[in-house]
T-cell receptor, first 113, second 116 residues
C-alpha cells in the first residue's frame, strides 16, 4: 500500500548510543517532516525538508541531525542518545505545502535508558 | 509564530452522545488551513477533517463536523452519535496558506474516552 514507512517501530537505546530512524514515502511527495510526540506536549517539529536537497530546523532540533537522501527518503539521526529523547517519533510527508495535511508513518517508540 | 490551544486535556462521554472538542489558534494571517487528526491506541495519525479559512461553510465528514468561527479564531470538532471506536487522542492543527513549508503546528491534544 502507498504511504509512509518508518523503521524501526520500537527501539531501546543506552545513553550515549547512536541510531538512525528511517523514513520512506512512495507518493512522490516533495516535503517530509520529523516530529516527536511526548505526553501532554502534542507533536513538535524536529526537522523538515521542503524539497529534495534542503533541510531546516523545526521547534526542537537540538540533539538531532537529518538527511534527505533522495526524494523518497528522510532519515533522523541521534548521535548520542539521552533519556530526554525518549519519545514517539513520527515521520510525515506532504505533496508540497501542507495545505492538504500530512500522510503519517506509524511511528517509532524510542526509549533511552 | 502560530499557536494552537486545546483547553480540554481529557473528556469522557457515554456512547451515542454528542461531544464537542475545543480548539483556538492565534495567527495574523487571513488565509490558512485547519485540521483535526485522530490518534487511536494503535498510534496511527488519521486525518478526520480539514477546513479552509476562506470558506464560510463548516466542513463535515459523516458524524464529524466543525464549528469554525474565524473572528474568534475558534475551530471546534463535534462528534455526533459517538461510538466506542471514537476513543482516541484528537489533535487540532494549523498551517498558513502558501506558507506551509514548515508544516503543521499542533495543539497538545484532547484524550476522548467513549464509555459503553
Amino acid at each position: 500500500n502507498a504511504g509512509v514507512t518508518q523503521t524501526p517501530k520500537f527501539q531501546v537505546l543506552k545513553t550515549g548510543q547512536s541510531m538512525t530512524l528511517q523514513c520512506a514515502q512512495d507518493m512522490n511527495h516533495n516535503s517530509m517532516y520529523w516530529y516527536r510526540q511526548d505526553p501532554g506536549m502534542g507533536l513538535r517539529l524536529i526537522y523538515y525538508s521542503a524539497s529534495e536537497g534542503t533541510t531546516d530546523k523545526g521547534e526542537v532540533p537540538n540533539g538531532y541531525n537529518v538527511s534527505r537522501l533522495n526524494k523518497r527518503e528522510f532519515s533522523l539521526r541521534l548521535e548520542s542518545a539521552a533519556p530526554s529523547q525518549t519519545s514517539v517519533y513520527f515521520c510525515a510527508s506532504s505533496e508540497g505545502l501542507a495545505n492538504y495535511g500530512y500522510t503519517f508513518g506509524s511511528g517509532t517508540r524510542l526509549t533511552v535508558v | 509564530a502560530q499557536t494552537v490551544t486545546q483547553s480540554q486535556p481529557e473528556m469522557s462521554v457515554q456512547e451515542a452522545e454528542t461531544v464537542t472538542l475545543s480548539c483556538t489558534y492565534d495567527t495574523s494571517e487571513s488565509n490558512y488551513y485547519l485540521f483535526w487528526y485522530k490518534q487511536p491506541p494503535s498510534r496511527q495519525m488519521i486525518l478526520v477533517i480539514r477546513q479552509e479559512a476562506y470558506k464560510q461553510q463548516n466542513a463535515t465528514e459523516n458524524r464529524f463536523s466543525v464549528n469554525f468561527q474565524k473572528a474568534a479564531k475558534s475551530f471546534s470538532l463535534k462528534i455526533s452519535d459517538s461510538q466506542l471506536g471514537d476513543t482516541a487522542m484528537y489533535f487540532c492543527a494549523f498551517t498558513e496558506r502558501g506558507g506551509g513549508a514548515d508544516g503543521l503546528t499542533f495543539g497538545k491534544g484532547t484524550h476522548l474516552i467513549i464509555q459503553p
